[in-house]
């Protein structure tokens, strides 16, 4: 199906006024039973955090916001996805590939639509949080 097709088909028209004057999201925070694990997991991906708080506060920066591993008391985080947007289609094979190689489970990328055309893939981390890698085309 073609963008105009799609966009007719599932997008509301007008789009509804935002009630808020949002700037963006501050970034996801993700709270792991096994931290040590988790935290060598996204270390080995992302590289070193940009930002460490004692033993148990780790963040990389992701573009303009952040992502924050915390130690869990009560199990790993579930029905969650995190989205990380790239610049370019070839990044999302990249990034795929490192979380793939650090031993993130999914399919190879492919080119869809998700409110825009771009090029995707879905992975699980080794602890079940799903991760969306995504650019647009």
Do not use: C
Request: charged content about 20%; hydrophobic content about 40%; cysteine-free.
């Amino acid at each position: 199906m073609d963008y105009e097709t799609y966009r007719k088909n599932f997008f509301t028209d007008p789009l509804p006024e935002q009630r808020f004057a949002f700037a963006g999201l501050f970034g996801a925070t993700l709270y792991y039973q096994d931290y040590p694990a988790a935290l060598a997991f996204y270390t080995e991906v992302l590289g070193p955090p940009a930002y460490i708080e004692g033993e148990h506060t780790h963040s990389w920066t992701v573009g303009s916001t952040w992502l924050t591993l915390f130690p869990s008391k009560g199990g790993d985080p579930t029905n969650l996805e995190v989205g990380f947007y790239v610049e370019t289609p070839e990044e999302v094979d990249r990034l795929t590939n490192a979380f793939i190689t650090a031993g993130a489970k999914g399919e190879p990328p492919i080119d869809t639509m998700m409110h825009v055309p771009v090029r995707m893939s879905v992975l699980t981390d080794p602890f079940g949080v799903n991760i969306a890698v995504i650019a647009r085309l």
